[in-house]
């Protein structure tokens, strides 16, 4: 490790405070839409490029893992906010916002909440983890994703949500519940109910952006706070973008005075050509087409990206090629170099 490295690596384990990187990042400016990536916390400490790029390229930062359960709630009584403040001084010290990724999620869940039984016991516990969680960061995280992947992988009738631990003891309103605790804790912050595989040609991704639809309406008839929708944009590169499906998803929304931004973009390239040049054109122009058909109807309030470098990405767990190729989801190659998908994104936000 380089002298240098090894200092940062220290002193931020120490107090966060080294977290800074050259002065290369000027602040956003005012009518472009904020661009952002999830961070991971250890590449963070880890990796003087990593930091500077994101200080480089980013208004917006969101943690990859850091704020959930499995993270943040080691055991009932304990909170451990480590994570959170890491990257939220990392934010602070480079002029960005952070917000906060998730609270309410069947996934990444300790397994000491399996042993939740019951709405008494189940409200108790999402009160206690929304009020402390969103409290902690109250006028400092000015927008979260409150429920994130809510919708049944195939909604069907009234079975369109996904089973989890809160549908199981408290119903269909706990998606209310979360979203009024989150408003309590801090009034201010955007509410954001976050889903996946809402974008793209087919009667699958139709159904779901109906069943969110039907979602929204019910807490917005019942005046729940709900103020945006999240797109993530984990994008299948094989499948077109259903740019009129969008467009009138998002116009359905804004006339409920519900905003929308893209949360966690990326596009999963294993099914695309091996050529490099050949994918990352493909890439570029599935973000293109996804956002041209937001922003028709419902410009986003923010464009963020599931990491920024294909170094350090989700996407291989899943979706290795079978040509052994490494992945390029991200607008960032392994090298930190721009890729067609980052000028996408950029000429985009800067258009706005
Ligand atoms: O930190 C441990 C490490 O100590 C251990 O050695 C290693 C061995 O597997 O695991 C590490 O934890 C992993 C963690 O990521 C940190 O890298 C977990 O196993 C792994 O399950 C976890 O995966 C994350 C996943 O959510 C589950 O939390 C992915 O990085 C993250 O990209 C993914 O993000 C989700 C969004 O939250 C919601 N939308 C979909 C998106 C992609 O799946």
Redesign the pocket.
């Known amino acids: 490790m380089r002298r240098r490295d090894f200092v940062q690596v220290s002193l931020a384990v120490a107090a966060h405070a080294a977290l800074q990187v050259p002065a290369t990042h000027a602040a956003a400016p005012s009518r472009r839409i904020p661009y952002g990536s999830?961070v991971?916390g250890?590449a963070l400490v880890d990796d003087y490029d990593y930091r500077t790029v994101l200080a480089e390229h980013c208004q917006l930062v969101v943690p990859?893992?850091g704020l959930?359960w499995?993270v943040v709630r080691p055991s009932e009584d304990r909170f451990d906010f480590y994570e959170g403040d890491k990257l939220l001084a990392f934010a602070d010290q480079n002029g960005m916002k952070m917000r906060g990724?998730?609270l309410i999620?069947h996934?990444?869940m300790p397994d000491w909440t399996s042993s939740i039984r019951g709405a008494e016991a189940a409200e108790k516990a999402m009160t206690k983890h929304i009020h402390t969680v969103v409290g902690q960061y109250k006028g400092r995280i000015p927008s979260w994703d409150v429920i994130?992947?809510a919708i049944a992988e195939d909604p069907r009738g009234s079975d369109y949500l996904r089973p989890n631990l809160w549908l199981e003891n408290m119903g269909k309103g706990y998606i209310e519940t979360a979203l009024r605790l989150a408003a309590e804790a801090d009034p201010q912050a955007q509410l954001v109910i976050?889903e996946?595989d809402i974008e793209c040609v087919g009667e699958y991704y139709e159904n779901r952006r109906n069943a969110l639809l039907r979602v929204v309406h019910d807490l917005r008839d019942r005046g729940a706070p709900i103020h945006a929708v999240g797109f993530?944009g984990?994008l299948k590169g094989q499948y077109e973008i259903d740019k009129e499906g969008v467009s009138s998803f998002v116009a359905e929304l804004k006339a409920m005075d519900v905003d929308v931004l893209v949360t966690?973009l990326d596009v999963i390239d294993n099914l695309l050509p091996a050529d490099e040049k050949e994918r990352d054109q493909v890439i570029a122009g599935r973000v293109t087409d996804l956002l041209e058909a937001i922003s028709d109807a419902n410009p986003p309030t923010a464009i963020l990206t599931?990491?920024i470098t294909d170094r350090y990405?989700?996407v291989p767990?899943?979706f290795t090629r079978d040509d052994g190729r490494l992945n390029r989801p991200l607008p960032l190659d392994r090298d930190y170099k721009t890729k067609p998908m980052m000028d996408a994104i950029k000429r985009f936000a800067a258009r706005a």
């Open positions: 999830a991971r250890d990859e893992g959930k499995v990724h998730t999620w996934g990444a994130n992947e976050n996946y993530q984990h966690e599931w990491g990405t989700w767990t899943w």
